[in-house]
């Protein structure tokens, strides 16, 4: 092909605070609502568990519409995999040295809200918080690990969510606000790149997965996201007037689809649907306002957004250093009548493509999309760009001698490498690949450790039992061997 990676490019692996941490009322720590979310499987969603004005526990589906005055609430004898996840809040040093052993020049990880501000709402930091993370970015220093710190994975505190009203309060952008200069001051020397929040553009996600219960949620969810791009917006500016050095990014999911057929109407629907869930979000955060398209969206959806004085001018110049975005696979869009939607990707249900295949959790398995989405991106900003999560979710098996042989996971991985090969030697300004969960980690999806995505195995079970040991799979030799050629050897 000719072209390489280039010299420094940021080899690693991805992580998120309520999926491996643990710990989750230790040290002052405060609960997130996923605190109190069971574990689901492959078939069986994630159920919150919920207290309602008359005492009576309930179990509440995703996105399904929260009774009038419930809390969410831990209850006894029910497993909530969050609570210890895989430990890595006591096992952090050990995890560190085996991402150091792979040759990690990255890792991306997330910093929990609420171990900093237990209720978000608090005038001075938790001390004990801001110190845990200050070891662990310690720890990588000492590693030659450079940290991506994800501001904002998918753990809003508790209080704010049920107190507050969540991201459609406008409140919340200031609590935020102070979260973020209170980190932004105290890791300077420490990190230098961030992300303010992970998949921004899941707050729409409902639109695909729960279109009856969409209608009514979707007002508040494009507040809430509009409330969120004004937060980022800021963070991006304090973070710059903090540490000059700062870069930020922003974080999207990748909403990568095919028009099913070359019918005029679906390439249409394919081009709408890219803009709805995709672009919406990084013409905001790349281009500081929000795209000619939006209006049509929002008289679709019969969207009132509420601006603060200021959020235009914010918006415009808090606009992120580089693009990030989550890939794991596409689907495809049709309008004509009959067709099912069987194609599942991340965050997105679609109709199954005849010419890929796909996992065991029925997510497809699409390298060249991933060549051909950098090069959308690419062409349209034009700022650096960095995959922080890709990878394969699946079963693995530990053999008797304790052993992992994951050659699926290899081959996944490889071809995607290949791919990002492909589309720096297309032009692409490529900085950094880090795999998700390169530590087994709790699935977000499903709540399981059944879907594993790591490199390094963890014994851990969806039953709760396990010793949390940690076992190099095969998939961690031969990354090893990738970082050490610089995506030579594959
Ligand atoms: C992304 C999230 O959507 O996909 C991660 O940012 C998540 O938090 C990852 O874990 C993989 O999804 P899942 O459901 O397989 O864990």
Redesign the pocket.
């Known amino acids: 092909m000719g072209t390489s990676f280039p010299k420094g490019f940021f080899w690693g692996g991805a992580t998120?605070a309520n999926?491996c941490e643990g710990g989750w009322n230790e040290d002052g720590r405060g609960p997130i609502p996923l605190d109190m979310t069971l574990s689901g499987n492959k078939v069986t969603p994630r159920f919150t568990t919920m207290q309602l004005s008359d005492g009576r526990v309930v179990k509440v589906a995703p996105f399904a519409p929260e009774p009038e005055g419930a809390k969410r609430v831990v209850v006894d004898g029910e497993y909530y995999p969050s609570h210890d996840a895989v430990d890595a809040y006591h096992r952090y040093k050990e995890d560190i040295a085996l991402f150091a052993e792979m040759g990690f020049k990255m890792l991306r990880m997330s910093i929990s809200w609420s171990r900093i501000f237990p209720r978000g709402i608090e005038s001075a930091p938790n001390q004990a918080g801001l110190a845990f993370y200050r070891s662990v970015f310690q720890e990588l220093q000492a590693h030659c690990i450079e940290p991506l710190v994800t501001i904002c994975?998918?753990d809003t505190p508790l209080y704010i969510e049920e107190e507050l009203g969540g991201w459609s309060n406008r409140e919340v952008i200031g609590l935020f606000d102070r979260f973020v200069q209170t980190i932004f001051t105290e890791y300077r020397g420490l990190v230098k790149y961030w992300l303010t929040f992970?998949?921004i553009n899941?707050q729409l996600v409902a639109k695909t997965f729960a279109p009856e219960h969409a209608a009514g949620m979707m007002q508040k969810s494009y507040q809430a996201l509009h409330n969120q791009f004004v937060a980022s917006a800021r963070a991006v500016r304090a973070a710059h007037r903090i540490d000059p050095d700062y870069q930020v990014g922003c974080m999207i999911?990748s909403f990568c689809d095919y028009p099913l057929t070359c019918d005029p109407h679906d390439v249409l629907a394919c081009q709408q649907k890219a803009q709805n869930m995709f672009w919406y979000c990084g013409d905001v955060m790349v281009r500081g306002a929000y795209p000619p398209y939006a209006q049509r969206i929002w008289n679709d959806d019969r969207i009132e957004l509420a601006w603060g004085d200021g959020d235009v001018e914010d918006l415009k110049l808090g606009t992120v250093d580089f693009f990030s975005f989550?890939y794991?696979s596409t689907s495809c869009v049709t309008t004509h009548e009959g067709v099912e939607k069987d194609g599942a990707a991340?965050?997105s249900l679609g109709v199954k493509n005849p010419y890929l295949e796909y996992s065991e959790?029925g997510w497809s398995m699409d390298p060249i999309g991933l060549r051909y989405l950098l090069n959308e991106i690419y062409g349209r900003y034009q700022i650096p760009i960095m995959v922080v999560?890709n990878g394969l979710?699946t079963t693995d098996i530990v053999e008797p001698d304790g052993s992992i042989h994951d050659p699926y996971r290899i081959e996944y991985l490889r071809a995607h490498i290949e791919a990002l090969k492909a589309a720096i030697a297309d032009g692409v300004d490529l900085r950094a690949y880090t795999p998700?969960?390169c530590i087994d980690l709790v699935?977000?999806?499903?709540g399981e450790m059944h879907?594993r995505?790591g490199f390094i195995y963890v014994d851990r079970h969806d039953d709760g039992t396990g010793t949390f040991d940690r076992i190099r799979k095969d998939s961690f030799y031969w990354y090893k061997k990738v970082i050490a050629s610089n995506g030579e050897d594959l």
């Open positions: 998120a999926q994975h998918y992970n998949e899941s999911c989550s794991y991340n965050m959790y999560e979710g998700w969960g699935s977000a999806s499903t879907k995505y």
